[in-house]
């Protein structure tokens, strides 16, 4: 059954607003047709005079000492204008450790532009050639001679976490980079007790970003000023500039870092990565513009990989199928050093947290292990440590429905926190203002047509077909507070800064340090901005993602685009408002609170008759300010900056409902559709949520069918290029239906959420679990992502 379009149906309940006469409305995007004229302005399109081209010798080993590096015959190559080792980069760039403070006891080897003696994973930069052409720069790196002397290689968790295993760093006393545990009630005696146990042993193998616009920067150094501009493919334009000012010794105010058009991120582009840095030193060194573009092959072995965790839990159930207790052991591989600055222990720390978290119980245990492997770094990825806690916990769920006889969705009705039960806290200690759980699942059992599903299921076993359902619900956090990274030393901002000013025509500009990846984020903040101000959508401009002409702020991360910059764009729009408000009163001699802006026009608020244009307001206040009354304080253009306050994130919650068909002779599966209820908070622009909601579902469908990085014993990623490593095409996606709940956040004004992670965060569970309910019959369960034909099969018996 095919849900109604998002704007032929109510878009807010008792709790939330109705929608403006632009927020609430879906929308499309300006920039739209732009990029789809191929009118895009992306760091690879970028040609700045004098520019030069660099590229990198890799190691062709995981653990090898260099003994020795010849690079005469590569500067005597034709184009080629700088050869540097790592040794040269040392001089200008301070070494960085990714840990954080508040992860008591992290450790993790320092990191240097380019290795100084040792490569710890295969695919680490170990030589920068630097060119008049890409190509010249390629041709001279096979004429780099490196000796390697091979030692022992962490390839698995078993051997990284051996007692006599080799050490990442020789200084190191084990290979565990982060160990915390979180511990509620007394599990052990609610184990002892309990009528029911059922357990999992679960691993969830490493994927990787392959975004479509590849990761690329453009340094360009001016020696005579002492200044750096940097045109960066980046999410987070400020955290660069602190990260580069710092290490290479360039006082902040003269680093500039612009972010223009970005082909996705996904959180890839998050991070501080070798390359990019030796491109600033480069740079310094040439004394010209230095552009690197990693191709899709240095993408596989440079990009940051996600999740690689090993899960052993449990769960307790009394005799009525309620939930009492989890326990959960994760074993995660991180590469051979912890990523800079946000680190590679908040996924981890993130999947021991949210286990659980739709649901009550009284007591839990989660222990985290973060461990060093000689691999490509893993890291922050869209949905941080969502999918694994998801499908942990649906997985128990779904375990422990059959053992004690209940239908899922009546187990799961049995045991989500109840839609009244907030304010609440979760058994792992995060702090719920308000969820919908319960309306949730009420609603996609609605939207499923779940008896019908049923009904066709039992009829079409006796044939042969094998169809599955699996069901799993998510909490995703959202909007995180100025505790997430300040506390924790990383010079990553919370809060978002915007100027909203009138121009001498009356148009708007709205510069924000939140930034745009595809998202939408322009969007979302111009409908705001025109509904707060009163203009129309039309004459707002949004400017975002340059350092020297946006505010500071902590930009685009953690789905925080529209909860935190878009109440910081609705308080400078307020402000700026009340300001037109004050020169027109001046003008018309009149009491501000008389008046009102709408469609750009100021009005008499009782009658709504017009007084005078926003236009000609402005005109008057460029140009013929000496008409205005004495004392008046003709400020058309406003600054705002706002950090969230109350509670330290905005989670927000849904679930998701899978349906496949799964052909065991060849291990086959057929996703049929799949549906999505969620609910984030004041849904700003719907048709953009749906766009997220979609894009993430087919990156867990990714992840759940298709998508590993797979590695051999000797640590050599075996499957690095699109020919070998799968993603999900169309044409293997099924239709996508989405409904919503609305419980706005009242921490803020606006009372948004996020969304972005929301699709991504429970589609490999709920896939998980239908394909394993479409294998009931056979008595075969499947425990490990992605669930690819050969383990279907393997688990059937068959291969």
């Not at 699709?759 to 998980?768: I, N, Q």
Request: aromatic fraction near 6%.
């Amino acid at each position: 059954m095919n849900a109604p379009a998002a704007f032929d149906r109510p878009r807010h309940t008792a709790d939330a607003p109705a929608p403006g006469v632009h927020v609430g409305r879906p929308l499309p995007r300006p920039n739209a047709k732009r990029l789809l004229a191929g009118r895009g302005a992306y760091v690879t399109d970028l040609k700045l005079p004098r520019m030069l081209h660099a590229a990198f010798l890799r190691s062709p080993f995981a653990h090898a000492r260099i003994t020795r590096i010849d690079v005469e015959a590569a500067r005597a190559a034709p184009g080629v204008a700088l050869v540097a080792t790592g040794e040269d980069l040392a001089r200008l760039c301070a070494p960085w450790v990714g840990t954080l403070d508040h992860f008591k006891g992290m450790k993790s080897p320092p990191q240097m532009p380019l290795p100084l003696d040792r490569v710890t994973w295969c695919g680490q930069a170990v030589v920068a050639i630097v060119a008049e052409s890409r190509a010249a720069a390629e041709d001279a790196a096979e004429l780099v001679e490196v000796d390697y002397e091979e030692l022992p290689v962490l390839a698995d968790l078993d051997t990284a976490l051996a007692a006599d295993a080799p050490r990442i760093a020789p200084d190191f006393s084990d290979n565990i980079c982060f160990r915390s545990v979180v511990e509620t009630g007394d599990v052990d005696a609610v184990f002892a007790s309990a009528a029911h146990v059922v357990d999992a042993q679960m691993t969830f193998g490493r994927h990787t970003g392959v975004t479509l616009e590849p990761r690329a920067l453009i340094a360009d150094y001016d020696a005579s000023e002492h200044s750096l501009t940097v045109h960066h493919g980046t999410q987070t334009p400020f955290q660069f500039q602190d990260l580069y000012a710092r290490h290479y010794g360039i006082p902040e105010s003269r680093v500039r870092v612009i972010a223009p058009d970005v082909g996705g991120s996904f959180g890839v582009k998050l991070h501080v990565y070798n390359e990019d840095m030796a491109v600033i030193g480069l740079s310094m060194l040439a004394g010209r513009p230095v552009k690197f573009v990693a191709d899709r092959l240095e993408a596989f072995v440079s990009d940051i990989h996600a999740r690689d965790h090993r899960v052993k839990a449990r769960a307790a159930l009394d005799a009525d199928g309620r939930l009492l207790a989890i326990q959960a052991e994760d074993e995660t591989g991180i590469g051979s050093f912890s990523t800079y600055p946000r680190t590679s222990a908040v996924e981890g720390n993130q999947v021991i947290r949210l286990i659980g978290a739709p649901y009550r119980m009284e007591a839990y245990r989660g222990d985290l292990k973060v461990v060093f492997q000689n691999k490509t770094q893993t890291s922050q990825y869209r949905a941080v440590g969502h999918p694994i806690a998801c499908a942990v916990t649906e997985h128990l769920m779904d375990r422990a429905a059959a053992r004690i006889g209940l239908d899922p969705f009546a187990i799961r009705a049995r045991n989500l926190i109840p839609d009244d039960a907030y304010p609440c806290e979760s058994a792992t200690g995060y702090k719920f203002e308000k969820l919908s759980h319960e309306g949730c699942l009420a609603k996609l059992r609605t939207l499923m047509d779940y008896d019908r599903l049923r009904a066709d299921q039992a009829a079409l076993r006796p044939r042969g077909i094998h169809r599955g359902i699996g069901i799993a619900a998510f909490v995703e956090i959202t909007n995180p507070s100025p505790a997430f990274y300040g506390i924790g030393g990383a010079r990553i901002s919370a809060q978002d800064g915007a100027v909203v000013k009138i121009t001498p025509s009356g148009e708007v500009r709205c510069l924000i340090s939140v930034t745009e990846q595809g998202q939408g984020t322009e969007t979302i903040i111009g409908q705001i901005v025109a509904d707060y101000l009163g203009v129309s959508r039309d004459i707002v401009r949004v400017i975002t993602g340059d350092t020297q002409v946006t505010p500071h702020g902590g930009a685009t991360w953690a789905c925080r685009g529209a909860g935190i910059g878009g109440e910081t764009a609705l308080q400078a729009a307020k402000k700026l408002k009340a300001n037109v408000l004050a020169v027109a009163s001046a003008i018309l001699q009149a009491r501000p609170e008389a008046l009102d802006l709408v469609d750009g026009q100021v009005v008499d608020k009782a009658g709504g008759a017009v007084r005078i244009s926003l236009a000609e307001v402005a005109r008057i206040t460029y140009f013929r300010s000496d008409t205005l009354p004495p004392g008046t304080d003709a400020q058309l253009t406003v600054a705002h900056h706002y950090a969230p306050r109350g509670y330290p994130f905005a989670f927000t919650n849904g679930v998701h409902g899978c349906h496949v068909e799964v052909d065991a002779e060849t291990g086959l599966v057929k996703i049929l559709k799949h549906f999505v209820v969620e609910d984030c908070g004041r849904v700003i622009n719907p048709l953009l949520v749906e766009e997220q909601v979609r894009g993430g579902v087919v990156q867990g469908l990714g992840a759940a069918f298709f998508e590993e990085c797979r590695y051999s014993d000797t640590g050599q990623l075996v499957n690095g290029s699109l020919a070998d490593y799968l993603v999900p095409m169309s044409c293997e996606m099924p239709d996508i239906v989405i409904d919503h709940m609305e419980t706005p956040t009242r921490d803020t004004e606006l009372g948004a959420k996020g969304c972005g992670e929301a699709g991504t965060a429970a589609a490999s569970a709920a896939a998980l679990n239908a394909v394993n309910d479409a294998l009931a019959p056979f008595d075969a369960l499947l425990t490990q992502i992605p669930m690819t034909p050969a383990r279907i099969l393997r688990a059937l018996g068959t291969f």
